[in-house]
């Protein structure tokens, strides 16, 4: 049986969804899974990477992204060396920064992990030494704040946090890879809906940005992001409406409307299978009122 790594077994006793681990060197662990992602850096020493069905060879600079779910290990470790950034997205404000906006950070946090059995790891991050001494530092600033926790250490430490994670998209966005770039290539669409919700998109249009045939388009997406292009885009569109819902006293057509739907009834509907309440329901509910916390 696969040991899970529980988050309160690792994250602090209050509980902040942010930990770096400095791996120096990296020691037998045995194959695992956790409750939460990880940033992995390798800074040093080479060694293999496996996840149960596969295995990589692992040098300076690879960067990469293991979702909680997804079973990993070391084996063959000469010297290795790295960073382990462990966050639970869930409870950052990942959605409140522009992050989905950039193609890297989808490259890299969803679609390298999904496709990287494909790939077979090619598709990984490779830092060069002036990225990895950029990144060391925005890790060591992290670390700092997490250490010392002093008042508003949170907010330094979940802003460090998308410093480095816009850091690490815009170096992947970068890459001269070939199988990085084809990953690029549905992030590009994928960054698209994120940046242009409010406006008319069309699968022709999402085809034309990823330079892929319709069906392997379609197919790819799908596969990657657990929904086809059309249902992704509503799905964001109805996930800015539940935030101007928390954070406006916009009335529900104006939401409607300014999330880029053109009926509100149809908006409606949407909103009921997507939230299993109607957006005035949502509204009210004492929960649904935005924190800042």
């Given at each position: 049986?696969?040991?899970?790594?529980?988050?309160?077994?690792?994250?602090?006793?209050?509980?902040?969804?942010?930990?770096?681990e400095?791996?120096?060197?990296?020691k037998?662990?045995?194959?695992h899974?956790?409750?939460?992602?990880?940033?992995?850096?390798?800074?040093?020493?080479?060694?293999?990477?496996?996840t149960?069905?596969?295995?990589?060879?692992?040098?300076?600079?690879?960067?990469?992204?293991?979702?909680?779910?997804?079973?990993?290990?070391?084996?063959?470790?000469?010297?290795l060396?790295?960073?382990?950034?462990l966050?639970?997205?869930?409870?950052l404000?990942?959605?409140?920064?522009?992050?989905?906006?950039?193609?890297?950070?989808?490259?890299?946090?969803?679609?390298?992990?999904?496709?990287?059995?494909?790939?077979?790891?090619?598709?990984?991050?490779?830092?060069?030494p002036?990225?990895?001494?950029?990144?060391?530092?925005?890790?060591?600033?992290?670390?700092?704040?997490?250490?010392?926790?002093?008042?508003?250490?949170?907010?330094?430490?979940?802003?460090?946090?998308?410093?480095?994670?816009?850091?690490?998209?815009?170096?992947?966005?970068?890459?001269?890879?070939?199988?990085?770039?084809?990953?690029?290539?549905?992030?590009?669409?994928?960054?698209?809906?994120?940046?242009?919700?409010a406006n008319?998109?069309?699968?022709?249009?999402?085809?034309?940005?990823?330079?892929?045939?319709?069906?392997?388009?379609?197919?790819?997406?799908?596969?990657?992001?657990?929904?086809?292009?059309?249902?992704?885009?509503?799905?964001?569109?109805?996930?800015?409406?539940?935030q101007?819902?928390?954070?406006?006293?916009?009335?529900?057509?104006?939401?409607?409307?300014?999330?880029?739907?053109?009926?509100?009834?149809?908006?409606?509907?949407?909103?009921?299978?997507?939230n299993?309440?109607?957006?005035?329901?949502?509204?009210?509910?004492?929960?649904?009122?935005?924190?800042?916390?």
């Open positions: 049986m696969i040991r899970k790594l529980r988050k309160q077994d690792w994250f602090h006793e209050d509980g902040f969804p942010i930990v770096v400095r791996r120096d060197p990296q037998p662990f045995g194959l899974s956790h409750e939460f992602s990880e940033i992995v850096i390798i800074t040093g020493g080479k060694g293999v990477h496996i149960g069905e596969d295995s990589y060879e692992l040098t300076t600079g690879d960067t990469f992204v293991i979702g909680g779910d997804r079973p990993h290990d070391y084996l063959n470790m000469n010297r060396r790295l960073i382990n950034v966050f639970d997205s869930n409870e404000p990942m959605a409140f920064s522009d992050l989905h906006s950039l193609p890297g950070y989808h490259a890299l946090f969803t679609l390298e992990p999904a496709w990287r059995k494909r790939h077979m790891f090619s598709s990984r991050l490779q830092l060069s002036v990225e990895l001494v950029e990144t060391i530092r925005l890790v060591d600033q992290l670390d700092q704040e997490l250490t010392h926790r002093r008042p508003g250490f949170g907010a330094m430490a979940t802003t460090t946090l998308l410093q480095l994670a816009t850091f690490l998209s815009r170096c992947y966005s970068q890459s001269r890879n070939p199988q990085s770039k084809s990953l690029l290539r549905i992030a590009d669409a994928i960054s698209h809906i994120e940046r242009h919700y008319p998109i069309t699968l022709n249009e999402l085809v034309k940005i990823s330079g892929m045939s319709r069906r392997n388009f379609i197919r790819t997406f799908e596969t990657t992001m657990g929904a086809p292009p059309i249902k992704y885009l509503i799905g964001v569109r109805l996930q800015r409406a539940c101007l819902l928390q954070q406006t006293d916009q009335s529900i057509t104006e939401i409607a409307m300014s999330v880029g739907f053109n009926d509100s009834n149809y908006f409606s509907r949407q909103f009921k299978l997507f299993g309440s109607s957006p005035r329901e949502f509204r009210n509910r004492p929960s649904s009122k935005f924190s800042s916390r």
